[in-house]
């Protein structure tokens, strides 16, 4: 993921989209102590700010630090920049330790990660027995815009990255070693929804920040040609008009395994 939005950091902090306030209050809940969350993958810190209205401290970390020059300010934040070369007792350091995290978070953005890395330090750093992760990604429903959509993503699939197919199956292959609390399991993500408003110039913004799009431009390719432009606008019915996107999302929910909690004591 290092490098891949640095270009766009700026156009990706002021375009995607923040998460219902609904989703935090469910993972509040889940919590007995709102002490500390770690929101892994924070980008420019959507999520993470969120978090920070019901907990004592956020610990917001990223590969990126062009992302994190980007990041929304809040005094509950920290942001910490966590290069790849971090290994996992030093990031278990920095995030406090083994056992220090009530919360853990990662908001369209797990399946960048080495999992088998993440994992391990997540059931490091999480409470035991009580600590939770969630994970989740989200899709915007296109049927408005069928033909464009379909000509996009005919455009779009040379510079796809290969780990995005995560979010494509919307997690549902997403290895997920944790235990049920009841939203969502390894294979079995629950559906959230929510809806976005755009223009039509807002929503090709939005696109120009997703990582195929930044990969294509890299190589001097234009993946919104004059043709998909037309039709994208003929479906949208003009170019000024504000229109709401229903959105389907896709969260993991779970707390370590047993077998964790007892080889952490």
């Keep these: 993921m290092a490098g891949v939005f640095d270009k766009t950091a700026e156009q990706y ?4 989209p923040g998460y219902p306030k609904e989703w935090f209050s469910m993972l509040v809940s889940l919590t007995p102590e709102h002490k500390v969350a770690w929101d892994a993958g924070t980008g420019s810190g959507q999520a993470a700010i969120s978090v ?15 992302q994190l020059k980007h990041a929304a300010e809040h005094p509950k934040v920290r942001y910490l920049h966590t290069p790849i070369s971090t290994s ?24 960048w990660f080495d999992l088998p890395f993440f994992y391990s330090v997540a059931n490091r750093v999480l409470k035991k027995p009580h600590g939770i992760i969630a994970v989740w990604t989200y899709g915007i429903d296109m049927q408005h815009l069928k033909n464009s959509s379909k000509m996009l993503l005919e455009a779009v699939l040379p510079y796809s990255d290969p780990r995005t197919r995560h ?19 390894e294979g079995s993500p629950v559906e959230l929804s929510m809806e976005i408003e755009m223009t039509l110039v807002e929503f090709v913004k939005s696109l120009k920040t997703v990582s195929a799009f930044v990969k294509a431009e890299e190589q001097g390719v234009e993946l919104f040609s004059d043709e998909i432009l037309k039709e994208m606008k003929k479906e949208w019915g003009g170019t000024t008009g504000r229109r709401k996107f229903s959105s389907i999302s896709y969260m993991l929910v779970g707390k370590p395994k047993s077998d964790q909690s007892l080889a952490s004591n």
């Design 52 to 66: 920070a209205e019901h907990y004592d401290q956020v610990i917001a970390t990223d590969v990126s630090a062009t």
């Design 88 to 111: 996992e007792d030093e990031l278990v350091s920095k995030l406090g330790g083994d056992n220090s995290i009530d919360l853990i978070i990662s908001a369209t953005a797990v399946h």
């Design 167 to 185: 979010l494509l199956e919307g997690y549902k292959k997403l290895p997920f070693p944790f235990e049920s609390v009841g939203y969502g399991s």
């Design 13 to 16: 902090a002021q375009r995607r």
